[in-house]
């Protein structure tokens, strides 16, 4: 089992959609989470960490579910401008990243 | 702040040629790392050095040698570059964010070995 696995996709959303991310990792002592975005050929990029009580910044809301072992993120109202790779990363003593989901918003 | 920096942007080595991949950082952090990154493998961690003077191995050593020259510069050698490490290197460095540490990328370097 891979230590930390996303929802392969593509997902491919119009303007406007709600769409969610899910992960899970499988260190049970993993203590910080993250959301990165990676734009295409580009650096990955700092979105937004995971709070155990869950936080919205905008138009995106991250959870953390410690019991279930798994990470969500959820992107409302979609944008042309969202349209990337969004990777679940978990700390557990070191950052592991997952293999990323790649997002679509078509007009 | 640049952030981290990395050079060269691009390169492209024949197969048995080495070549050095630098890095540089201005934000104070103490770690810095190197990864590789291929198609439908995600990030993979090559080597770590978590404060000057040490480096660490990660998941994808072989082939590769780091040196941590001081606190802001960490880089990558290649001695001997083989088809298989056609990939993209990123550099990172890491620091307190609001939900712990965390890291922070370079624009990367395209490698490409004939």
């Known amino acids: 089992r891979k230590e930390v696995e996303q929802d392969p996709g593509p997902f491919n959303v119009p303007e406007g959609a709600t769409v969610a991310f899910n992960c899970t990792y499988s260190n049970s002592a993993s203590q910080s989470f993250f959301w990165y975005r990676q734009d295409c050929r580009k650096e990955p990029k700092l979105l937004m960490s995971v709070y155990s009580s869950g936080n919205e910044d905008g138009r995106f809301t991250a959870q953390l579910n410690r019991a279930s072992q798994y990470i969500s993120l959820l992107i409302r109202d979609s944008k042309l401008s969202d349209s990337a790779t969004y990777l679940c990363v978990v700390n557990g003593g070191k950052l592991i990243f997952g293999q990323g989901t790649e997002l679509s918003v078509k007009p | 702040n640049a952030g981290v920096t990395q050079t060269p942007k691009f390169q492209v080595l024949k197969t048995g040629q080495s070549m050095t991949l630098q890095c540089a950082q201005d934000?104070?952090?103490?770690?810095m790392y190197w990864y590789r990154q291929d198609p439908g493998m995600g990030l993979r961690l090559i080597y770590y050095?978590?404060?000057?003077?040490?480096?660490d191995k990660g998941e994808v050593p072989n082939g590769y040698n780091v040196s941590r020259l001081n606190k802001r510069e960490f880089s990558l050698r290649l001695e001997s570059a083989a088809p298989s490490q056609t990939s993209v290197y990123f550099c990172a460095s890491s620091g307190q964010s609001g939900g712990g540490e965390t890291q922070y990328f370079g624009p990367g370097t395209r490698l490409l070995v004939l």
């Open positions: 050095s978590a404060s000057e003077g040490t480096t």
């Open positions: 934000m104070n952090h103490n770690s």
